[in-house]
């Protein structure tokens, strides 16, 4: 199904939904909904959320350097760090911020490998 929206109504849609990673992020974040909400973002040209200047940015590539970052910091992979984690938990700020940066950084690199391997636009601009 296609959709025609104008893009003011989206944008209004757009800072509306912002208020989620205002308010409940990252407690409660689905990875899909974040990497649609700045994809749009970018498209209309509309400020992002603030976990895109967090990061240094919004990408693969962000997240495949935050994971090899994780990994240097603990000298495991990112599965074993976070098995490590699951096991016996965070013992400081440090590792509790890493263990759910490392979960976020998977959950957003499977979206963009479902986006890529589809192949199909997620949305069209018509100017």
Do not use: H, W
């Amino acid at each position: 199904m296609k959709l025609r929206i104008d893009s003011e109504v989206m944008k209004k849609i757009i800072t509306y939904a912002r208020a989620q990673c205002d308010n409940l992020c990252p407690e409660v974040r689905d990875p899909e909904t974040c990497v649609l909400l700045v994809e749009l973002c970018r498209a209309l040209k509309i400020p992002c959320p603030p976990c895109v200047k967090d990061y240094g940015g919004f990408s693969r590539e962000t997240f495949e350097r935050l994971i090899e970052d994780i990994e240097k910091r603990y000298n495991l992979s990112i599965q074993e760090f976070l098995s490590l984690m699951k096991l016996r938990g965070p013992s400081n700020l440090q590792e509790q911020v890493d263990e759910i940066d490392g979960k976020f950084a998977l959950e957003v690199l499977e979206v963009y490998k479902r986006i890529n391997q589809d192949k199909s636009k997620l949305f069209e601009i018509e100017k």
